[in-house]
């Protein structure tokens, strides 16, 4: 739990130098983008396929199988729940629409990849991948037409770095062949990254929240309440009560519930703002979630620890 805990004070240390860098404005709007785009069409990709070199067993497979499953049985739930709660709120339609998809849809790229491999190394990033891909599938069909209310673009699916470095390092995993040291070393120095590159993204995000908008507003509240606390906490009920009927590797069970505990993704902000559907709302529950799961994240992890064990 020691370990866990560090792990996450790192991180934290890095979301405040992120912070510091952009109200010293070391970074503006122009380096942020590029620190993202350098994030997603390279080190993340990178970091994907390193995870691939993890020793094959059969337990792994298993392993990659239960978090594709847990994956699939959220979104799928999740919509149908959300679906039926937004339905009863008085509200625009574009701020339906909204609260809907941030309190579904987390930040499995910028959070949930550096947080399972600082967490668990090789091992946890795989696994985050399987589940990042079951998120991409349902992100880029459901989600993208819900922000949208266009036909979804599928390129935009098969084209993403992610989905296809994910796809290179299941295969990989799979084969029996491995990289030579040399190539894995050089592969690790720029996957190695993903880290301190997201932290520090997120805590240069955080300066430009306005403070009193955050506070006020409620909707805000019920989207970061479903998005960090409800949804995780269903998930990991659901894992505890399936634990007790089929064996779950401890470092599954956590992935599991840990994925799903993560803050507001950050695709949800960028489709918005394209189609116009209620940007400011969205921006200011992202920040929120980000904000609050200083505490809620290592609140799971806790629990995680203490039921399932390290």
Known sequence: MTALLFSFLQMMVLIILGFILRKTRVIDERVQ??????????????????????????????????????????????????RIVVGKMKMEDPEKRVVLMTSIFMNTGFVGFPLMGAIFGAKGLLLASCYNMVFNIFMYTYGEHKLSRQK????????????????????????????????KDTIDIVGNMT???????????????????????????????????IFPAIMLGAVVIVSHYVHIMPVTATTIVMMTALPCGSMNVIFSEKFNCAPKLCARIFAQTVVVMIATIPFFLWVCTKLFGN
């Open 195 to 229: 880290v301190p590159l997201a932290m520090i993204m997120i805590g240069s995000t955080l300066t430009t929240v306005d403070i009193k908008k955050l506070v006020t507003d409620k909707l805000s509240y019920l989207s970061t309440a479903m998005r960090l606390i």
């Open 33 to 82: 983008m590029g620190l993202s785009n350098i994030l997603v069409h390279a080190v993340l990709p990178f970091n994907l396929i390193s995870s691939s070199q993890y020793e094959y067993s059969r337990e792994m497979i298993l392993a990659l199988i239960a978090v594709a499953g847990a994956a699939l049985c959220y979104f799928t739930f999740s919509i149908i729940g959300m």
């Open 152 to 183: 979804a673009n599928l390129r935009n699916l098969l084209v993403n770095p992610v989905t296809i470095a994910t796809i290179i390092a299941l295969v990989l995993f799979i084969i029996p062949w491995r990289m030579p040291d040399r190539l």
